[in-house]
């Protein structure tokens, strides 16, 4: 389990994977699929339920699913502002809901089209909580420690950024990153943090999870990871 998602690209559009997780990783690269290919364990049998389908592949940095308990869940939104909040669930619910269909992409190569998006603008809730002006980025925290990403302020303004609660038409099933989840259309897939727990307010953006393991920090759809 060495490189980002065991996938290389080898030359333009062409994908191999490394050897290390025989065929299990040749398919699904370091998402819980690979877990499959080998004698069961309780993390298989756990995850079990989830088995990708509509062209999606499930990845998770630890193999498992951060639990989500509607009465208790709280997203954190704070850092450098002046308004800071905590949702509950339910809070998220009600702030005023947007719907778009855009296309996932991760860069090892798969896309999904299409995907019906329902959930809060990340603009809308950033006006909420008024960014300071020293405000030049947003952290996003997954509740699957050490997960986390972030996007500069223009980034995240962008009109079809959102928290998407809901996917295709119900609400984000678990392996997808429930109950909320980030969407950047126009950025690689692993900019789209799953099972969020927090955004903080930040000077500057930092360093993601892919990132540190090689992935470039401009993820734009075509235009970065060696994608001409
Ligand atoms: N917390 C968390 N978020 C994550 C990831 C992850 O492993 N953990 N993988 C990212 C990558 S690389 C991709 S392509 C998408 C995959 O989304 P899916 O698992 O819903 O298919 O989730 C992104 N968000
Ligand atoms: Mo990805």
Redesign the pocket.
């Given at each position: 389990m060495s490189a980002p998602?065991e996938e290389k690209r080898i030359g333009r559009g062409v994908f191999l994977a490394t050897v290390a997780g025989g065929i299990g990783s040749l398919a699904f690269g370091k998402?819980v699929w690979s877990h499959f290919s080998g004698a069961v364990s309780p993390i298989a049998s756990t995850l079990a339920p989830f088995l990708?389908k509509g062209g999606?592949?499930?990845?998770?940095?630890t193999g498992s699913i951060p639990p989500f308990d509607r009465s208790t869940w709280r997203l954190d939104v704070g850092g450098l502002v002046d308004h800071p909040m905590t949702l509950s669930y339910d809070e998220l619910r009600a702030l005023p809901r947007v719907n778009q269909i855009s296309t996932?992409h991760?860069?090892?190569g798969w896309t999904v089209k299409n995907v019906h998006w329902g959930g809060v603008r990340l603009s809308d809730l950033m006006d909420r909580v008024a960014p300071t002006s020293y405000a030049g980025a947003m952290q996003f925290l997954?509740a699957?420690t050490p997960?986390i990403d972030y996007l500069s302020l223009p980034e995240a303004r962008l009109h079809d950024v959102m928290l998407a609660y809901e996917m295709n038409g119900e609400p984000l099933r678990p392996?997808?990153?429930a109950p909320v989840?980030l969407v950047i259309p126009d950025m690689?897939?692993?900019k789209?943090?799953?099972?969020l727990k927090g955004i903080n307010l930040v000077h500057e953006a930092g360093i993601g999870?892919?990132e540190a393991l090689g992935y470039d920090r401009d993820a734009w759809v075509g235009r970065s990871n060696g994608y001409t």
């Open positions: 998602h998402s990708p999606w592949r499930i990845y998770t940095v996932f991760c860069v090892t997954s699957e997960y392996e997808h990153g989840r690689y897939g692993y789209n943090v799953k099972w999870y892919w």
